[in-house]
């Protein structure tokens, strides 16, 4: 069993920064691929950026890539999305997953974590 838990969330205004991060226990972090996934209200839930278990490769949504940055901190177990560039659209609830070896745009990941909330004033 993995755990997650994220933290880092709150309230920005627009071209503000925030960072995102989702600690893990349990099983080796070091062995998941992990990705970042965010629901708005009334909206179905989205794949936003993902990382393999390596950190060498990352995967964003169009809609976020050039301003968020995903990147491990093993040391920590920990991963963190950096948000920079915000925009009132990026209000959503917040969700890190993980999976042994998928880091791809789908929920298939096993293990999710229970969300922070980020709110973006125009």
């Known amino acids: 069993q993995v755990q997650l838990v994220e933290s880092g969330g709150g309230l920005a205004q627009a071209g503000g920064s925030l960072r995102l991060s989702c600690a893990a226990s349990?099983?080796?972090?070091?062995?998941?691929?992990m990705g970042w996934f965010r629901q708005a209200p009334g909206k179905e839930r989205e794949f936003v950026a993902a990382?393999?278990?390596?950190?060498?490769?990352?995967n964003y949504a169009d809609s976020v890539k050039g301003r968020f940055t995903i990147f491990r901190d093993s040391a920590q177990n920990t991963i963190h999305l950096q948000m920079n560039s915000l925009k009132p659209e990026d209000t959503a609830v917040y969700y890190c997953?993980?999976?042994?070896?998928?880091w791809g745009r789908g929920s298939a990941y096993d293990y999710w974590g229970q969300g922070t909330q980020v709110t973006v004033s125009s």
């Open positions: 997953a993980a999976h042994r070896t998928y």
């Open positions: 349990g099983r080796t972090f070091g062995d998941y691929a």
């Open positions: 990382i393999t278990v390596s950190g060498s490769n990352t």
